[in-house]
């Protein structure tokens, strides 16, 4: 990768500061790209930029129609350079090509999508109120957004929030995380290329501390939405909360993934090897507790186990690779930890657990525990790593109340060909997403986000407009006002 350094995106142009940041390949050690570093100072300059832009406009005011095509373009600008980046993804984030490669297809969709919603950001209207009386509500754009982003899921995370409020009629400044910033500032090159005004998208790429507690504080900024840990969720919330702005907050989980005995097993089988090493398990999705029936969870432990063996863990670059590398050296030791804490609890390692002997990079084995108890930080605490916990159960109220038995509620998978099953299931768990006989599908149309510690707000479908407009109401009387106060 190039050694230049990548300006700051801010009012349609390239902004140097005489500070820069490196990121630096999981998978390689080797450097990716260097990074204009941004502080206080910068992110007030990209608000500046960002509030001129939807306070004169014209972004707030043009045609649904125009937003429309505008939205597509940038869709159709990242189907042409999809393997530029997720091959930039892929060395700063270490997950694997093959699965980049797939994220840039649904970042495109999601563009796609949102497209089809500025045709449809509108109000109400009341003509029932009496006769001389008209009521309108009116959807209107909140304002200016802060984007703060993970490193996890980059472009695809960022394109869950950016062209929904861009629909809406918002003006965005962005900050991805300093792990992974190239993918975020790229797009923002191609939204200005497919015809988004200056101002309307700016990117500040620096640290959660200042650029990140400076954003989410600022008073000029309308709304904030945060994809990241429940523990700095919770600290974005409270630095809005002193001026009261819109936040959003897609954080943690420690989903369940639950199988019942008469499921169609094979099919089970693939879904919750998936559902937990998918992206190294870096995933807030992830289903990293595997609850079973007790009659059959001996066998399918079992099959879970060689399933996992199979699983091709190594060199994110590597077509072959299900399993790329860990994002940093803080993320392993956490991993490391938790696996340390569960043998010493008295849950039995059965696979993995170790570190891979590499030359380079940071890789962590598909690890799998069994006779995990629900007291126990396995089964509790969000690891976001390779690591699945195997708990049974015995009743369909007790693989209920296992799945609700955490702080998070993101969502939960069942796998059973008992309807009434899957719909008490579905009707009972407290998450914001249940998968029944799948798991992790999504789709752009359904909205997506937690119950409880996983957060606020929906993000996707048509809802989504939610987090990113205000209603208005406008009360017109018609003709004489007829009767007097006094």
């Known amino acids: ?80 350079n999809a393997k530029l980046l997720a091959r930039l993804e892929t060395l700063e984030s270490g997950k694997p090509i093959s699965q980049a490669m797939g994220e840039m297809k649904a970042a495109s969709y999601l563009w796609q999508y949102a497209a089809t919603l500025a045709h449809n950001v509108h109000g109400d209207t009341y003509n029932n109120l009496g006769k001389n009386k008209l009521g309108l509500v009116l959807r209107e754009p909140a304002g200016v957004v802060g984007m703060i982003t993970p490193w996890n899921f980059p472009l695809l995370i960022i394109s869950q929030k950016l062209p929904f409020a861009l629909a809406a009629g918002c ?109 190294m398990g870096e995933c807030c999705n992830s289903g990293s507790r595997l609850l079973v029936e007790a009659r059959i969870a001996r066998d399918f432990t079992e099959r879970v186990i060689e399933k996992a063996r199979t699983i091709v863990t190594g060199d994110p670059l590597d077509e072959a690779t299900k399993v790329g590398a860990i994002i940093n050296q803080a993320q392993l030791e956490k991993i490391t930890a938790h696996i340390q804490e569960g043998q010493e609890a008295g849950a039995r390692l059965r696979l993995g657990g170790n570190v891979l002997p590499t030359a380079c990079g940071r890789f962590v084995e598909p690890t799998v525990f069994e006779n995990v108890a629900p ?71 359904l909205p997506f986000g937690g119950y409880r510690d996983s957060g606020l707000g929906r993000e996707l479908g048509r809802f989504s407009v939610d987090e990113f407009t205000e209603l208005k109401t406008v009360q017109l009387h018609l003709g004489v006002r007829a009767n007097s106060w006094l």
Not at 32 to 51: F, K, N, Q
Not at 70 to 77: D, Q
Not at 184 to 198: D, F, I, K, M, Q
Request: proline content about 5%.
């Open 1 to 80: 990768m190039t050694t230049d350094v990548k300006p700051l995106w801010i009012n349609g142009e390239s902004v140097l500061t005489d500070e820069c940041l490196t990121t630096v390949s999981p998978a390689h050690d080797t450097p990716v790209a260097s990074y204009t570093l941004a502080g206080p100072s910068e992110v007030d300059i990209a608000i500046a930029a960002a509030r001129k832009a939807f306070d004169e406009g014209p972004w707030p005011y043009v045609k649904g129609r125009d937003k429309a095509i505008i939205l597509n373009r940038v869709a159709a600008l990242i189907d042409e």
């Open 171 to 279: 003006t965005v400044v962005a900050k991805p995380s300093e792990l992974t910033p190239g993918t975020t500032l790229r797009l923002a090159e191609l939204a200005a290329e497919a015809g988004v005004p200056s101002g309307v998208i700016n990117v500040v790429t620096g640290y959660g501390n200042p650029v990140g507690s400076h954003l989410a504080a600022h008073a000029d900024l309308d709304a904030i939405s945060f994809t990241g840990s429940t523990v700095v969720g919770r600290t974005i919330a409270a630095r809005a909360g002193h001026n009261l702005k819109k936040v959003s907050l897609e954080l943690g989980g420690k989903n369940p993934h639950v199988v019942f005995a008469d499921a169609d097993l094979d099919a089970a089988l693939d879904a919750v090897v998936f559902g937990v090493y998918f992206n």
């Open 375 to 445: 007291d126990m930080a396995l089964a509790r605490e969000e690891i976001f790593g390779p690591v699945l916990s195997i708990l049974p159960f015995n009743t369909r109220d007790e693989a209920i109340d296992l799945a609700n038995d955490t702080c998070y509620g993101l969502s939960a998978g069942v796998w059973t060909q008992d309807v009434d099953t899957a719909f008490e299931f579905s009707r009972h768990v407290r998450a914001g997403t249940i998968w029944i006989n799948c798991f992790m599908d999504g789709y752009a149309e």
